[in-house]
C-alpha cells in the first residue's frame, strides 16, 4: 500500500508567531487535545471504576438486569458509531489531500450517523421510560428480590450512556462548526487542525461506547 | 512537514475489521461460558478500541511523546481500576475471587 506525502510549507498564514514551524503548531495542537483525552478517560474512568465495584457486589442482579437491555438496538448503535468512525478518518483523510468536497461530504455523513445514534437512543430511553426502568420512586422490576440492586445498574446505565449522549451532542455542534468553517474556505491541505482534533474527540466518544456496550448490555445476555 | 496520508483500503480493511469483531462479540455472548464471557467481551472491546486508537487516531504515525501521554492515559486508568478493587477485595467486601 503506498502511501500519499503531502508536504507543507513550513510558512503558512496560520501559522502562530510563538511556533517555529507548522510542523512543531501541529504536534502542539494534537498533544494538547491527547492531553484532553486523558481527562476524558479519567473521567469516564471513574463511572467504570464505580461499575465494576457494584458489578462485583450484585452480579446476579446486574445479570439478570441485562437482560432488560435492547442489545439489538445497542448492537445497531455500535455498528453506527463504527461507521461515523470511519467516515471521520476519511474526513480528516480528504483534509489532508486538501480535497474540499469530499472533506465537506464525509463532515455531513459523519454529523448524520451521529444523530441517528442520538435517535435511537432516543428510542432506547423512552423503552426504559414506559418499562418503569427510571430508577426513583417509580422503579419497578419484574423480581422483587432485585428492586434496589437494579436500580443501581440502571443508574449507571444512564449515567454512563448519558455522559457519552452529552459527548455525543457536543461532537453533533463540532461536527456542525466544522461543516460551516470548511464551506467558508478555513481549511486547506497546509492547515487542517480543528478537523484533525475534532477527529481525535470523535473516535474517542467512539472507544467509550466500544466498553459501554458489552459491560452494559451483553453481560446477561446468555 | 509532511503529513503521512493514509490509503483509504486501510481505513476500510480496519472498519470491517471492527464490525466483525462486534457481531462476533454479540454471538458469543449468547453462549454460556461462566466467567469467560466477561474476559472475552473485555478482550474483543479492548482489540476494537486499540485499532481506533492505532489507526483512526494515528497513533501509528505520532510523535514518541504523544505515544506516551497515550500510555500515561491508560496507565493512570489502570491504577485507578486496581487500587479500588484491591482496597475493595482486602476489606472482605466484594465475594471471593470470582469478581471476573
Given amino acids: 500500500m503506498a502511501d500519499t506525502n503531502v508536504t507543507i510549507p513550513e510558512h503558512i498564514p496560520e501559522l502562530r508567531h510563538h511556533?517555529?514551524?507548522?510542523?512543531?503548531?501541529?504536534?502542539?495542537?494534537?498533544?494538547?487535545?491527547?492531553v484532553f483525552l486523558l481527562t476524558e478517560i479519567m473521567f469516564f474512568g471513574g463511572m467504570f471504576g464505580g461499575y465494576t465495584v457494584y458489578r462485583n457486589?450484585?452480579?446476579?442482579?446486574f445479570a439478570s438486569t441485562s437482560r432488560f437491555m435492547n442489545?439489538?438496538?445497542?448492537?445497531?448503535?455500535?455498528?453506527?458509531?463504527?461507521?461515523?468512525?470511519?467516515?471521520?478518518?476519511l474526513a480528516v483523510r480528504s483534509a489532508q489531500l486538501g480535497a474540499k468536497k469530499m472533506?465537506?461530504?464525509?463532515?455531513?455523513?459523519?454529523?448524520?450517523?451521529g444523530c441517528v445514534f442520538l435517535g435511537i437512543k432516543y428510542v432506547e430511553y423512552h423503552e426504559k421510560w414506559v418499562d418503569h426502568h427510571i430508577p426513583g420512586p417509580g422503579f419497578h422490576f419484574d423480581q422483587p428480590r432485585f428492586q434496589r440492586q437494579a436500580q443501581i445498574l440502571f443508574f449507571l446505565y444512564f449515567a454512563m450512556t448519558g455522559m457519552h449522549a452529552l459527548h455525543m451532542i457536543v461532537g453533533v455542534g463540532l461536527l456542525t462548526t466544522l461543516i460551516i468553517m470548511a464551506s467558508r474556505n478555513k481549511f486547506s491541505a497546509e492547515w487542517y487542525t480543528p478537523v484533525d482534533i475534532i477527529g481525535l474527540y470523535w473516535h474517542f466518544v467512539d472507544i467509550v461506547w466500544i466498553f459501554l456496550f458489552p459491560l452494559l448490555y451483553l453481560i446477561g445476555n446468555h | 512537514m509532511t503529513t503521512h496520508v493514509t490509503p483509504v483500503r486501510t481505513y476500510v480493511l480496519v472498519f470491517l475489521v471492527l464490525i466483525t469483531l462486534t457481531i462476533s462479540t454479540v454471538l458469543i455472548s449468547r453462549i454460556e461460558l461462566g466467567v469467560y464471557n466477561f474476559v472475552v467481551a473485555l478482550t474483543i472491546a479492548v482489540i476494537k478500541a486499540s485499532l481506533v486508537v492505532w489507526f483512526f487516531m494515528h497513533v501509528n504515525r505520532s510523535s514518541s511523546l504523544t505515544r506516551l501521554f497515550?500510555?500515561?492515559?491508560?496507565?493512570?486508568?489502570?491504577?485507578?481500576?486496581?487500587?479500588?478493587?484491591?482496597?475493595?477485595?482486602?476489606r472482605g467486601w466484594l465475594p471471593g475471587p470470582q469478581w471476573l
Avoid at chain 1, 103 to 113: D, G, N, P, Q
Fill in chain 1, 103 to 113: 472533506l465537506i461530504l464525509f463532515l455531513v455523513c459523519t454529523l448524520a450517523l
Fill in chain 1, 57 to 61: 457486589l450484585y452480579p446476579a442482579a
Fill in chain 1, 19 to 34: 511556533f517555529d514551524d507548522t510542523a512543531q503548531q501541529y504536534e502542539s495542537s494534537t498533544l494538547g487535545m491527547w
Fill in chain 1, 71 to 89: 442489545v439489538a438496538l445497542g448492537g445497531t448503535n455500535t455498528a453506527v458509531l463504527i461507521c461515523s468512525s470511519l467516515t471521520m478518518a
Fill in chain 2, 70 to 90: 497515550v500510555f500515561a492515559g491508560l496507565f493512570w486508568l489502570a491504577i485507578l481500576l486496581v487500587f479500588v478493587l484491591s482496597d475493595y477485595a482486602s
